[in-house]
């Protein structure tokens, strides 16, 4: 399996610009989430998903911020405008749900934006 | 929102020498488990803990779950530069599907 697949890895943009990023879970887990890392607020939860349904986007920080899964193996998150605080890592992360456990959570390689 | 504190933030320490990080909730968990992220990378899954006063060991590393499941602890013995990175704990809200993630500690490992 080619685990968890983000794209792009990097991005610039001019502050303003709509910036979408995108992610490809691991194939059979029903569980994406997405994160956003910075040095100042660590590693945050933004959204997560279940069976391609959002279960709660209590961390999306506006509402430029918006995140879609129209089927099982692709999510994307966009950020519309853009502004220069927005700049971080984000992360993608998938998951299935154990019986009784909660399982661990595979990591894409992230996609380092930056707003300009 | 979610409290998870780990101390302390960074640690140095000569390679060799033995390291602990801790984590802290200010609610009872259900479970906790540890990450480890590289300089550069991602978070990579360590370990799960799920039993009160639960002790798991791997290699060097051995982690525990506090009796009153409030707190864990991960103590990797005599470092190695491959131990370098950032070290996360991270807990979920009781019959929620979340996970939220300590604060961090950065290893450094002196050569």
């Known amino acids: 399996d080619a685990g968890v697949i983000q794209s792009p890895r990097h991005e610039v943009t001019e502050m303003g610009q709509e910036v979408t990023l995108r992610c490809k879970p691991i194939?059979?887990?029903?569980?994406l989430f997405w994160y956003r890392q910075t040095m100042m607020r660590g590693l945050e939860l933004l959204i997560y998903?279940?069976?391609?349904?959002?279960?709660?986007d209590s961390g999306m920080p506006e509402d430029r911020f918006s995140a879609k899964m129209p089927n099982a193996s692709f999510s994307t998150l966009k950020i519309q405008p853009s502004e220069p605080r927005d700049s971080a890592v984000y992360f993608c992360?998938?998951?299935?749900?154990?019986?009784?456990?909660?399982?661990?959570?595979?990591f894409g390689s992230g996609t380092q934006l930056s707003v300009l | 929102g979610q409290q998870v504190m780990q101390i302390p933030q960074y640690q140095h320490v000569q390679e060799g020498e033995d390291f602990t990080t801790y984590c802290n909730s200010s609610t009872t968990l259900s479970n906790i488990q540890w990450y480890k992220q590289r300089p550069g990378g991602h978070p990579v899954f360590l370990i799960q803990?799920?039993?009160?006063?639960e002790v798991k060991k791997q290699k060097r590393l051995t982690f525990q779950f506090g009796e009153a499941k409030k707190n864990s602890s991960l103590h990797i013995t005599a470092t190695q530069t491959t131990d370098v990175g950032t070290y996360f704990c991270a807990q979920d809200q009781t019959g929620a599907n979340n996970l939220f993630f300590g604060t961090g500690t950065r290893l450094t490992v002196i050569p």
């Open positions: 992360a998938s998951s299935f749900k154990g019986i009784g456990v909660r399982e661990k959570l595979f």
């Open positions: 998903f279940n069976n391609n349904v959002p279960i709660d």
């Open positions: 194939s059979g887990h029903d569980y």
């Open positions: 803990l799920v039993k009160s006063g």
